[in-house]
Protein backbone atom coordinates (compact mmCIF):
# COMPACT_ATOMS: atom_id res chain seq x y z
CA UNK A 1 0.00 0.00 0.00
CA UNK A 2 0.79 3.58 0.24
CA UNK A 3 3.54 4.87 2.23
CA UNK A 4 2.98 7.76 4.32
CA UNK A 5 2.19 11.19 2.89
CA UNK A 6 2.49 14.57 4.26
CA UNK A 7 0.73 17.79 2.79
CA UNK A 8 2.04 20.38 1.46
CA UNK A 9 6.08 19.43 0.86
CA UNK A 10 6.88 23.19 0.89
CA UNK A 11 5.36 26.01 3.18
CA UNK A 12 6.67 29.76 2.83
CA UNK A 13 4.49 31.94 5.41
CA UNK A 14 5.37 34.98 7.63
CA UNK A 15 6.60 35.49 11.12
CA UNK A 16 3.01 35.33 13.06
CA UNK A 17 0.34 33.51 10.66
CA UNK A 18 -0.89 30.27 11.33
CA UNK A 19 -0.29 27.17 9.52
CA UNK A 20 -1.39 23.52 9.38
CA UNK A 21 0.62 20.72 8.18
CA UNK A 22 -1.21 17.04 7.06
CA UNK A 23 0.05 13.99 7.92
CA UNK A 24 -1.95 10.87 6.26
CA UNK A 25 -0.16 7.37 7.77
CA UNK A 26 0.19 4.43 6.09
CA UNK A 27 -4.01 2.70 6.34
CA UNK A 28 -3.98 0.30 9.75
CA UNK A 29 -1.54 1.69 11.71
CA UNK A 30 -2.85 2.82 15.06
CA UNK A 31 0.79 5.44 16.07
CA UNK A 32 1.38 8.11 14.59
CA UNK A 33 4.42 10.75 15.05
CA UNK A 34 5.52 14.56 14.53
CA UNK A 35 8.94 15.21 14.95
CA UNK A 36 11.15 18.47 13.43
CA UNK A 37 14.53 18.07 12.10
CA UNK A 38 16.69 21.38 11.61
CA UNK A 39 19.90 21.29 9.38
CA UNK A 40 22.81 19.07 10.07
CA UNK A 41 20.75 17.63 13.59
CA UNK A 42 18.71 13.95 14.23
CA UNK A 43 14.62 14.95 14.18
CA UNK A 44 13.55 15.96 17.53
CA UNK A 45 10.42 14.04 19.15
CA UNK A 46 6.63 16.15 19.07
CA UNK A 47 3.88 14.29 19.60
CA UNK A 48 2.85 10.89 19.84
CA UNK A 49 -0.76 9.82 18.91
CA UNK A 50 -1.99 6.37 19.74
CA UNK A 51 -5.49 5.88 17.86
CA UNK A 52 -7.03 9.30 18.54
CA UNK A 53 -5.61 10.73 21.36
CA UNK A 54 -1.86 12.23 22.26
CA UNK A 55 -0.45 9.61 24.35
CA UNK A 56 3.07 11.83 24.62
CA UNK A 57 3.12 15.18 23.67
CA UNK A 58 5.87 16.21 25.60
CA UNK A 59 7.97 17.51 23.13
CA UNK A 60 5.59 19.98 21.47
CA UNK A 61 8.03 23.47 22.05
CA UNK A 62 5.37 26.00 23.75
CA UNK A 63 1.80 26.15 23.33
CA UNK A 64 1.83 27.45 20.00
CA UNK A 65 2.08 24.21 18.58
CA UNK A 66 -0.97 21.83 18.66
CA UNK A 67 -1.82 18.73 17.15
CA UNK A 68 -4.90 16.72 16.28
CA UNK A 69 -5.69 13.16 15.30
CA UNK A 70 -9.88 13.41 15.11
CA UNK A 71 -10.74 9.89 13.61
CA UNK A 72 -7.43 8.19 14.55
CA UNK A 73 -5.63 8.48 10.80
CA UNK A 74 -4.85 11.36 9.06
CA UNK A 75 -3.47 14.17 11.55
CA UNK A 76 -2.67 17.62 11.53
CA UNK A 77 0.18 19.76 13.39
CA UNK A 78 -0.65 23.19 13.91
CA UNK A 79 1.58 26.67 14.49
CA UNK A 80 -0.07 29.48 15.97
CA UNK A 81 2.20 32.86 15.50
CA UNK A 82 4.76 31.37 13.82
CA UNK A 83 8.35 32.28 14.44
CA UNK A 84 12.00 32.09 11.98
CA UNK A 85 13.03 29.46 14.76
CA UNK A 86 10.12 27.47 13.43
CA UNK A 87 11.92 27.13 10.34
CA UNK A 88 12.26 23.52 10.08
CA UNK A 89 11.55 20.06 8.00
CA UNK A 90 8.08 18.74 9.78
CA UNK A 91 8.24 14.74 9.84
CA UNK A 92 5.89 12.53 9.99
CA UNK A 93 5.70 9.18 11.15
CA UNK A 94 3.64 5.82 11.57
CA UNK A 95 3.88 2.82 12.87
CA UNK A 96 1.48 -0.56 13.34
CA UNK A 97 1.09 -0.31 16.67
CA UNK A 98 2.57 0.97 19.87
CA UNK A 99 5.80 3.43 20.68
CA UNK A 100 9.55 1.71 20.28
CA UNK A 101 8.06 -0.45 16.97
CA UNK A 102 9.27 0.49 13.37
CA UNK A 103 8.43 3.63 11.99
CA UNK A 104 7.64 4.83 8.51
CA UNK A 105 8.11 8.42 7.74
CA UNK A 106 6.71 10.50 5.48
CA UNK A 107 8.44 12.79 2.70
CA UNK A 108 8.35 15.60 5.13
CA UNK A 109 7.20 19.90 5.34
CA UNK A 110 9.66 22.11 4.37
CA UNK A 111 8.40 24.97 6.36
CA UNK A 112 10.14 28.45 5.96
CA UNK A 113 8.95 31.34 8.21
CA UNK A 114 10.24 34.36 6.82
CA UNK B 1 17.50 15.17 29.18
CA UNK B 2 17.76 11.74 27.68
CA UNK B 3 19.78 12.12 25.28
CA UNK B 4 22.16 9.50 21.93
CA UNK B 5 24.92 10.50 20.99
CA UNK B 6 27.33 10.41 17.37
CA UNK B 7 30.21 11.26 15.79
CA UNK B 8 29.08 13.95 13.48
CA UNK B 9 31.74 12.45 11.16
CA UNK B 10 32.51 12.76 8.24
CA UNK B 11 33.48 9.07 8.18
CA UNK B 12 34.79 8.08 5.13
CA UNK B 13 35.81 4.78 4.00
CA UNK B 14 36.92 3.68 0.87
CA UNK B 15 34.59 0.98 -1.59
CA UNK B 16 34.74 -2.76 -0.26
CA UNK B 17 35.73 -1.52 3.44
CA UNK B 18 34.21 -2.36 6.27
CA UNK B 19 32.59 1.20 7.77
CA UNK B 20 31.64 1.63 11.79
CA UNK B 21 28.63 3.37 13.01
CA UNK B 22 28.99 3.99 16.66
CA UNK B 23 25.92 5.16 18.96
CA UNK B 24 26.09 5.89 22.74
CA UNK B 25 22.78 6.63 24.76
CA UNK B 26 22.14 8.48 28.15
CA UNK B 27 18.82 6.58 29.26
CA UNK B 28 19.82 2.94 30.71
CA UNK B 29 15.82 2.26 30.60
CA UNK B 30 16.07 2.67 26.55
CA UNK B 31 14.52 -0.81 25.49
CA UNK B 32 14.87 -0.68 21.85
CA UNK B 33 16.98 0.76 19.17
CA UNK B 34 16.82 1.31 15.67
CA UNK B 35 19.31 2.53 13.27
CA UNK B 36 17.88 4.85 9.90
CA UNK B 37 19.37 5.92 6.89
CA UNK B 38 18.98 9.72 5.67
CA UNK B 39 19.82 10.72 2.09
CA UNK B 40 20.27 14.78 1.83
CA UNK B 41 16.91 15.82 1.30
CA UNK B 42 15.22 12.75 2.29
CA UNK B 43 13.61 11.71 4.95
CA UNK B 44 14.95 8.85 7.45
CA UNK B 45 14.49 4.90 6.10
CA UNK B 46 14.73 2.32 8.87
CA UNK B 47 17.91 -0.15 8.29
CA UNK B 48 17.62 -2.26 11.33
CA UNK B 49 16.24 -2.08 14.67
CA UNK B 50 17.54 -4.44 17.62
CA UNK B 51 16.22 -5.01 21.10
CA UNK B 52 18.55 -7.27 22.81
CA UNK B 53 22.00 -7.89 23.44
CA UNK B 54 24.73 -9.10 20.98
CA UNK B 55 24.49 -8.96 17.22
CA UNK B 56 22.30 -8.46 14.55
CA UNK B 57 23.02 -9.39 10.96
CA UNK B 58 20.86 -8.85 8.02
CA UNK B 59 22.72 -8.67 4.27
CA UNK B 60 25.32 -6.29 4.76
CA UNK B 61 24.69 -5.15 7.81
CA UNK B 62 25.11 -6.03 11.38
CA UNK B 63 23.64 -4.03 14.39
CA UNK B 64 25.42 -4.71 17.85
CA UNK B 65 24.15 -3.77 21.04
CA UNK B 66 25.74 -3.84 24.70
CA UNK B 67 22.95 -2.26 27.13
CA UNK B 68 25.87 -2.29 29.94
CA UNK B 69 27.71 0.09 28.17
CA UNK B 70 24.73 1.64 26.54
CA UNK B 71 26.43 1.36 23.48
CA UNK B 72 24.93 0.45 19.43
CA UNK B 73 26.84 0.24 16.63
CA UNK B 74 26.13 -0.41 12.92
CA UNK B 75 28.77 -2.42 10.30
CA UNK B 76 28.56 -1.76 6.79
CA UNK B 77 30.70 -4.69 4.96
CA UNK B 78 31.64 -4.50 1.44
CA UNK B 79 30.59 -0.59 1.66
CA UNK B 80 29.21 1.24 -1.87
CA UNK B 81 29.42 4.67 -2.99
CA UNK B 82 25.27 4.37 -2.42
CA UNK B 83 26.06 4.22 1.17
CA UNK B 84 27.58 7.64 1.63
CA UNK B 85 24.36 9.13 3.81
CA UNK B 86 23.76 10.17 7.12
CA UNK B 87 23.05 7.40 9.78
CA UNK B 88 20.80 8.35 12.50
CA UNK B 89 20.66 6.22 15.87
CA UNK B 90 17.47 6.39 17.77
CA UNK B 91 16.55 4.69 20.98
CA UNK B 92 13.24 4.30 22.61
CA UNK B 93 12.87 4.40 26.70
CA UNK B 94 10.51 7.14 28.19
CA UNK B 95 10.11 8.66 24.49
CA UNK B 96 11.96 8.60 21.06
CA UNK B 97 15.02 9.85 20.75
CA UNK B 98 17.28 10.20 17.89
CA UNK B 99 20.75 11.23 17.76
CA UNK B 100 22.22 13.98 15.05
CA UNK B 101 23.39 10.96 12.52
CA UNK B 102 27.01 10.23 11.23
CA UNK B 103 27.88 11.20 7.29
CA UNK B 104 29.53 8.27 5.66
CA UNK B 105 31.27 8.98 2.51
CA UNK B 106 31.98 6.04 0.41
CA UNK B 107 34.67 6.67 -1.75
CA UNK B 108 34.94 5.15 -4.99
Known amino acids: GAGVSQTPSNKVTEKGKYVELRCDPI?????LYWYRQSLGQGPEFLIY????????DSGLPNDRFFAVRPEGSVSTLKIQRTERGDSAVYLC????????????FGPGTRLLVL | QKEVEQNSGPLSVPEGAIASLNCTYS??????FFWYRQYSGKSPELIMSIYSNGDKEDGRFTAQLNKASQYVSLLIRDSQPSDSATYLCAAYGQNFVFGPGTRLSVLP
Open chain 2, 27 to 32: DRGSQS
Open chain 1, 27 to 31: SGHTA
Open chain 1, 93 to 104: ASSLAGIGETQY
Open chain 1, 49 to 56: FQGTGAAD
